[in-house]
């Protein structure tokens, strides 16, 4: 089914607080969408039921950071009267779209799911796995289909979800009629924009391995984070050849530097890729570099940690805003189930045709 509108659907796990990875990742792009007026609808969800399927004997984690992603949502620019921001398990229409299309899946395809595979491989669930963790790709089909969304903006890693959901769709039309809206996948510009390392040059940031820079640190503690930096560990003296490859300041560098950057703090480069010939001959410190890159951090997050300090002041109004924004949500997921149900034939109590061709047939027999 075609939707004349475009609307966008995306969010995060309330997990942790999010950091500069789920910024440049998502965050940045969510806001660019948001205001260049091309989506009719936007709606952003604070994934607890997904949280809760591996964090299920830890409720107050995912409670407690709630608010956190809400707060790091609006300081990065998010604006509640352009887009939607939502809690997820406050909308049972998303359980039940969940429950009808688990029937359109088969526990051998969801095992095939790339995605799912290395989340399991991950945290080592192997055949321990929650059936609800194992069941989520069932569930971000429900997510993105009950707001009719046209378009899902993901990083590569996650590109099997969204096949997975255009398959329920397929599916659940072909059987049903055409009901529900198959989305599209928007993936990030920008390479260095796919997924940063840690700052201890490790594939991901973790909080548990204490290598994120957050959102909510404070100047201080950004600073520190970047001067420690995992660069090159060949690079011993400044006069030494350094190396680009699995080197997290210049992975930094390429996602969030740009030539204004250079005019501004480092005059002496024309651009990244001469920053990058002088480091890989040798003569290039790393302290040097590390300090441009905390000036654009810096410069990056100042406003950020501004509009935060605001909502920081009115935590009942930040409450309000998701929970005005999960209402208006529901109505829409509302509407989508009254559809499928209608498809599925199972509204039974909404069918006047029904009632009255069944009506007519006892009269008959009578």
Do not use: W
């Amino acid at each position: 089914m075609e939707n004349k509108q475009k609307i966008i659907l995306t969010g995060d796990r309330p997990t942790g607080r999010l950091h500069i990875g789920h910024y440049i990742g998502s965050l940045k792009r969510r806001v660019e969408l948001q205001n260049s007026g091309e989506f009719d609808k936007i709606f952003i969800m604070i994934a607890d039921a997904q949280a809760l399927t591996d964090n299920f004997d830890n409720p107050e984690k995912v409670r407690q950071n709630i608010i956190e992603v809400a707060l790091d949502y609006l300081s990065a620019g998010l604006d509640p009267s352009k887009v939607n921001i939502f809690i997820q398990s406050q909308i049972s229409e998303l359980t039940e779209l969940t429950f009808f299309y688990s029937n359109l899946v088969t526990v051998s395809r969801l095992q095939r799911n790339p995605t799912v595979k290395s989340e399991i491989q991950m945290r080592n669930f192997e055949t321990s796995i929650p059936v609800g963790f194992f069941t989520y790709p069932i569930s971000q089909a429900a997510d993105i289909t009950a707001f009719k969304a046209t378009t899902v903006p993901v990083g590569e890693d996650q590109l099997p979800m969204i096949e997975q959901c255009k398959e329920i769709v397929h599916k659940f039309n072909s059987i049903y009629g055409e009901t529900l809206v198959t989305p599209e996948a928007l993936v990030p510009k920008n390479e260095a924009q796919g997924r940063l390392p840690g700052t201890d040059g490790k594939q991901k940031m973790s909080k548990s391995l204490g290598n994120c820079i957050y959102l909510s640190d404070d100047e201080k503690t950004v600073k520190t984070k970047i001067m420690s930096m995992y660069t090159d560990p060949l690079h011993l003296q400044v006069s030494d050849p350094g190396h680009l490859e699995g080197n997290a300041v210049f992975t930094y560098l390429d996602a969030f530097s740009d030539k204004r950057h250079f005019e501004e703090y480092l005059p002496e480069y024309q651009d990244l890729q001469e920053l990058k010939d002088h480091y890989t001959r040798g003569g290039l410190g790393d302290v040097k570099v590390k300090k441009f890159l905390n000036n654009i951090m810096q410069e990056e997050l100042a406003p950020i940690r501004e509009r935060r300090a605001s909502y920081e002041k009115d935590i009942p109004a930040v409450y309000d805003i998701l929970k005005k924004g999960t209402e208006a949500a529901r109505e829409v997921a509302a509407q989508t189930m009254a559809d499928v149900k209608a498809a599925m034939k199972i509204n039974y109590f909404d069918d006047a045709e029904l009632i009255k061709a069944q009506s007519e047939k006892y009269q008959r027999a009578e």
